[in-house]
């Protein structure tokens, strides 16, 4: 529906402005000036220009989506080309289908056990978009097979006449030439058309014009529109008077070649076209000398009333800034641009991993509720992962501190004590933080419990169990709590208020472990974190550490990749697998390529081992340490490592912890905040 408003806009505006400078301009900038549409139909996917209006909308949708808690990032980027430009309702909104991509998976798996039309609701959408995508290949697929068998039967009955001295271009005889009319790079006459020396002169002439001013790309670029936006009215009242401007523009050129004391004689010629004029196909890469009736006249009298040579300046200049205007205000929208990210784009990463990346971040998308609720979710997954110690939302951070869970307010960096006790922070969930609370004889209540970030409210779902000792993750997802208890994962259902045991079934991550059921014999290690990134990933990893073997269990393709060599570091976030070998050396796996080694660091070359604690998308924050400091790093994904923070005289004692968000870094120093 975007893409009809839009594309309505600008023909609107187009006919307007043609309505108002017809007579006053040239013929040639009257129809230059349609080049506006393709333009902004084909770019805009790809580049907009920021507008305040736009991005201020999209954040009254986004707190309308999210209620009082959501987070959603409304900066957008590019998307890929079939999903983005041509088979979505708003140029958004769609997916990519390979690995590393779980937004809409997400999207479904929530609608289906929330509101029961998931399933219903997305497969309406996917029958729209596969018809979409049936028509415009069937069109394409008739252009294409229409020329070939044109073009064949063209070669084959075509009869050489002349080279042009004046045009230098080839002339061919066609007994089944309707109209004269130009076919790649060479004109096609009727034997009737060469009887009238003049007027044969004519004919080529307009078919040169036709080709000196671009009209066979033109031409190209306007059926390939008409195939991709099939369903949109306006292209096809564009195209309309394309056409017509097309063709006066040429009879402009030809006039000005002839000169203004043989136009009459060119307008006969054109006449005699039309009362001759014989059965001819129209064809996509092919442009004739004739056309409709009602288009025949409207030559005619241009040519019966030529322009005069007293065209205003300020016409001219009204004009364009007109199709400035238009085009400007067309490309509005929240900006697109890669250059808005701060840092680079990481070159190492592979090119599918780019496209989920940019997906997530925001692309083309249609700023719906139901979308702008995915995206924040994306965004609290990649922020609030579990390598981070602390947990941000909406410009309140939330962690533990010398035994209090506190709040800061990044603004004026005000600290909070909520809590006091000993916490073990957990995933932000729609409104709620969840956590859990270790006992101690001054404390009344613990166990795993949630907290609302608005009003503050605090919990206890589950009470305090003795195997809870072993809760190594707490992460909530689509009304389901699941607990990481050294390598098994308990599943409840909070979407109540409360928690209840989930059956068997509803266990999402217990079904994705199951599959490597002979791994976890032989490997029984799980790495930290693997709830958060099976959701978001749909990886997780197993270490065997007799053998020092790391495998790779890839959930979504229902495979593993066996790595040897390798210490129990692990982390797993949307770049891919990170793992540090004996020698020290970390290397990354991409989601795509998970039997790919590709080295982060290497101990030998830089003369230091590093340890690792979390990440954005920069780089990976490492601690070096040589017995006297402490060096906080960052490895970047794209090769080479930036200094953060240095700790002089800290050695092995401190306790260093670091959280990394989109503009800014923590860092918790014997248990202390603070912020780089």
Known sequence: MEVIIR???????????????????????????????????????YFRIPAPAFRENANQIRKAAQGESGDANTDTLGKIFWQSTFFTDNQGNDRESEKGNDLYERIEGREEKQAGTGWQFFYGKNVLRTVRMAVMLTIICFILGTNGIFAVKLFRSRIFLKKDGETKVRVYLLEECGTPFLFGRSIYLHPDMTENAEAMRYMILHEYCHL??????????????????????????????????????????????????????????????????????????????????????????????????????????????????????????????????????????????????????????????????????????????????????????????EGYLCSMDLGSKAVRQLEKGNFLLGNIDGSYLYYMKYPADTEEESGIGRMHLTTMERRILLPWEEKYWSCTEIFSKDGCLYLGLGDECEAFLTDKGQAV????????????????????????????????????????????????????????????????????????CEYGVVYLALNGDIYLSPLDNLNENRLLFSAGENGKGVTYGTYDKNGLYVFENDGKSIKCKCILWEGGIVDIKEFPGTGLPIKLKLSAFTDYVVYFENEKINLV
């Open 212 to 401: 000196k001013q671009g009209d066979l790309l033109f031409s190209c670029i306007k059926y390939f529109l008409c195939a991709v936006y099939w369903f949109d009215p306006f292209v096809w009242l564009a195209i309309s008077y394309i056409n017509r401007d097309c063709e006066l523009a040429c009879d402009e050129a030809v006039t000005e070649i002839i000169g203004a004391d043989r136009r009459q004689d060119y307008g006969m010629t054109l006449l005699k076209l039309l009362k001759g004029k014989r059965g001819n196909k129209r064809f996509a890469a092919g442009i004739s000398m004739g056309g409709k009736k009602s288009l025949m006249r409207e030559r005619i009298l241009f040519l019966s009333k030529p322009l005069h040579n007293r065209r205003g300046i300020g016409w001219t200049l009204g004009a364009l800034a007109g199709c400035i205007l238009l085009t400007g205000c067309s490309l509005m929208g929240n900006s697109v641009m890669a250059g808005q990210r701060s840092g680079k784009e990481p070159v190492n990463v592979s090119e599918k991993q780019k496209a989920s990346d940019r997906e997530f971040a925001g692309g083309k998308q249609q700023e719906t509720p139901e979308f702008m609720n995915a995206v924040a979710e994306k965004k609290a997954d990649e922020e609030n992962n579990y390598y981070n110690n602390a947990k941000e939302n909406e410009g309140t951070l939330y962690f533990t501190q």
């Open 501 to 572: 045991k989930a059956g068997r079934y509803e266990n999402k991550i217990a079904d994705d472990m199951k599959l490597f059921e002979d791994l976890m014999e032989e490997a029984p290690t799980v790495n930290f974190g693997y709830i958060n990134s099976i959701f978001n990933f749909h990886v997780f990893t197993l270490r065997d550490s007799k053998t020092d073997t790391l495998y790779i269990c890839d959930t979504k393709a229902q495979r593993s990749v066996k790595k040897t060599g390798c210490l129990g570091d692990v982390l797993v």
């Open 7 to 45: 594309s309505g806009i600008i023909v609107t505006g187009l006919l307007f402005i043609r309505k108002l400078a017809m007579g006053k301009i040239s013929r040639k900038l009257q129809y230059y000036m349609w080049g506006i549409l393709p333009i902004v139909l084909l770019i805009f996917p």
